[in-house]
């Protein structure tokens, strides 16, 4: 499975962005899919993961929850994370991954993406 993430970019704090991550390859409708985001000195940090078993499922992380949501094009093999009111914090590359009931756990997902920047100025 190949991902590839595109949307990042420099914003304002307050503002928005979409990223997109299509998958290619030998995709699996079954695969979670994710987003985790790593600054410069930081852990990395889970944003948020999308499941299409059983209907969707999603989780985010707790300093995005009511910002962020994560929606997912099956016909397009495309998932996409909507950001909303950015802030300084949220500076940070963000990668996308795709794993077998992965969740929230980056060790879980076997395959990422490079990633995308994504900057907020304040």
């Known amino acids: 499975v190949q991902l590839q993430a595109s949307g990042g970019g420099l914003v304002e704090a307050g503002g928005s962005l979409r990223l997109s991550c299509a998958a290619s390859?030998?995709?699996?409708?079954?695969?979670?899919m994710g987003w985790f985001r790593q600054a410069p000195g930081k852990e990395r940090e889970f944003v948020a993961a999308?499941?299409?078993?059983?209907?969707?499922?999603?989780w985010f992380g707790d300093s995005v929850k009511g910002r962020f949501t994560i929606s997912i094009d099956n016909a397009r093999n495309t998932v996409y994370l909507q950001m909303n009111n950015l802030n300084p914090e949220d500076t940070a590359g963000y990668h996308c991954?795709?794993?077998?009931?992965?969740?929230?756990?980056?060790?879980?997902?076997?395959?990422w993406g490079r990633g995308t920047q994504v900057t907020v100025s304040s």
């Open positions: 991954a795709a794993g077998w009931l992965a969740g929230g756990s980056p060790g879980a997902y076997n395959f």
């Open positions: 390859g030998r995709t699996n409708s079954n695969y979670d």
């Open positions: 999308i499941r299409r078993r059983s209907g969707v499922s999603t």
